[in-house]
């Protein structure tokens, strides 16, 4: 089984949400579903997928998860353009 870490957003440049989840085709179906309605993605309208890594553990997922969100949003903003410059939503090669 593998895990993810995972970044959405709602446009270029807007909120960032990080994420960690073993499936995630169905956690971003659930975001751009808005599954859970009064969660912070849900309330920012955050349903692009912009970036992921994958791990084959969880602990691993979990400590990654951990340290980005510890990142200052520059750092961030950094490694989603590396991976994905225009900011493309990442859902639909999933």
């Known amino acids: 089984m593998k895990y993810y870490v995972y970044i959405i957003t709602n446009k270029k440049d807007g909120v960032l949400y990080i994420g960690e989840t073993k499936n995630l085709k169905k ?3 659930q975001h751009k579903n808005k599954v859970h309605p009064t969660t912070f993605s849900a309330r920012y309208n955050l349903d692009k997928l912009v ?3 994958e791990y084959n553990t969880e602990a691993e997922a979990k ?4 340290q980005m969100k ?3 949003r520059a750092w961030k903003i950094e490694l989603i ?3 994905n410059p225009d900011w493309k939503d990442l859902y639909k090669d999933l």
């Open 51 to 53: 970036y992921f890594e």
């Open 81 to 83: 353009e590396q991976f």
């Open 27 to 29: 956690r971003i179906y």
């Open 63 to 66: 400590l990654r998860e951990k």
């Open 70 to 72: 510890k990142w200052n």
